[in-house]
T-cell receptor
Framework: EPEVTQTPSHQVTQMGQEVILRCVPI?????FYWYRQILGQKVEFLVSFYNNEISEKSEIFDDQFSVERPDGSNFTLKIRSTKLEDSAMYFC??????????????FGPGTRLLVL | AQSVAQPEDQVNVAEGNPLTVKCTYS??????LFWYVQYPNRGLQFLLK??????LVKGSYGFEAEFNKSQTSFHLKKPSALVSDSALYFC???????????FGTGTKLQVIP
């Protein structure tokens, strides 16, 4: 069964450094998402991406964040200058195949980011 | 604006007993409702959804949920709990006209042998 994959599974970085989190959505899906989950808290929406542009973003998704689909398979989240409070689990999700279930977002296993 | 409330941080149930995990929602447009389960150090696994149609929806692993429009609820249920059902359960809502999915705070289900 197709699934969303994410790399790396864990990332440790120093405050102020740039990180890039990578995701490979399900291959024929059209919408892509990033969410984050700070330890012990709920899952929060960051951004949605469709047709090579951001379709929605939350107030969390400020200028230090950016997303990109550099090729036909990868979807990346870049954090330019990490802060301690960026430490969280980051989930990628995708949805909308050409046919079938178009409403369910399927999530990857997550990347645990730790900023020191 | 949209929101989800899961009033119980934790639900304990004996193995073999029925379980219910509660969820209420608020959304301006048409509610698209979802339940996801999260096992320790794992991602979110989709259980079931309500988009339209029958109010009782059936999902994976014997779980079901009932959409109640008047009470704005979408409680998750299972007739007979298994120890392996112990996990963190998230209710989520999306306004049909938008992309953002809003999650509840999660309910930890503990099934006691």
């Amino acid at each position: 069964e197709p699934e969303v994959t994410q790399t790396p599974s864990h990332q440790v970085t120093q405050m102020g450094q740039e990180v890039i989190l990578r995701c490979v959505p399900i291959s024929n899906h059209l919408y892509f998402y990033w969410y984050r989950q700070i330890l012990g808290q709920k899952v929060e929406f960051l951004v949605s991406f469709y047709n090579n542009e951001i379709s929605e973003k939350s107030e969390i998704f400020d200028d230090q964040f950016s997303v990109e689909r550099p090729d036909g398979s990868n979807f990346t989240l870049k954090i330019r200058s990490t802060k301690l409070e960026d430490s969280a689990m980051y989930f990628c999700a995708s949805r909308v195949p050409p046919y079938g279930d178009q409403e369910t977002q399927y999530f990857g296993p997550g990347t645990r980011l730790l900023v020191l | 604006a949209q929101s989800v409330a899961q009033p119980e941080d934790q639900v304990n149930v004996a193995e073999g007993n029925p379980l219910t995990v509660k969820c209420t929602y608020s959304v301006s447009g048409n509610p698209y409702l979802f339940w996801y389960v999260q096992y320790p150090n794992r991602g979110l696994q989709f259980l079931l959804k309500y988009i339209t149609g029958d109010n009782l929806v059936k999902g994976s692993y014997g779980f079901e949920a009932e959409f109640n429009k008047s009470q704005t609820s979408f409680h998750l249920k299972k007739p007979s709990a298994l120890v392996s059902d112990s996990a963190l359960y998230f209710c989520a809502v999306r306004d049909g006209g938008y992309q953002k999915v809003t999650f509840g705070t999660g309910t930890k289900l503990q099934v006691i042998p």
